[in-house]
C-alpha cells in the first residue's frame, strides 16, 4: 500500500502542533502516513514555491496533490478517530463553507503569522 504524504509548514507552531498530534496517532496504529515540513520535500517536484506551500496543508494521495480542506478530507479519512469528520466535511453542504473559512480566513491568517516569523528572523 502506497502511503500518504503529508506535507506541513513546520515552523508554525500551529500547524505544528496539529500535525504533531496527527502523526502520533498515525504511529500508534501503524497507519500508512508520513508527515513532512514543508522544508524536507522536493517542492519543485510538486510544482510548489516554498510560499505555496506554506499557505496551506498539502497531502499526496495516490499520485495525486490536494491543498487545503481537501488535503484534510484525505488524511481525516486515513485515520480511524477522525473518518466521521471527513465525512461531515466532504458533506455538499458542508464542503463549500469549510473552504471558505479556510481558504479566506484560516489560512491568509496563518500564512501572515509565517511571513512575520520569517521577517523577525531574517531582521
Known amino acids: 500500500m502506497e502511503k500518504t504524504e503529508i506535507i506541513y509548514n513546520g515552523s508554525c507552531p500551529i500547524c505544528s502542533r496539529e500535525v504533531n498530534g496527527y502523526a502520533r496517532y498515525a504511529q500508534a496504529k501503524a497507519l500508512p502516513l508520513t508527515f513532512t515540513d514543508l522544508t524536507a520535500t522536493d517542492l519543485d517536484a510538486l510544482g510548489l514555491t516554498p510560499d505555496e506551500a506554506a499557505k496551506r496543508l ?47 480566513i484560516l489560512a491568509p491568517l496563518l500564512f501572515g503569522m509565517h511571513k512575520r516569523r520569517q521577517a523577525r528572523a531574517a531582521s
Open 58 to 104: 498539502h497531502v499526496l494521495h495516490e499520485g495525486k496533490l490536494l491543498a487545503g480542506v481537501d488535503a484534510f478530507v484525505i488524511l481525516w479519512g486515513e485515520m480511524p478517530r477522525f473518518c466521521w469528520l471527513a465525512r461531515l466535511v466532504a458533506l455538499p453542504v458542508i464542503h463549500p463553507i469549510a473552504v471558505f473559512i479556510y481558504d479566506r
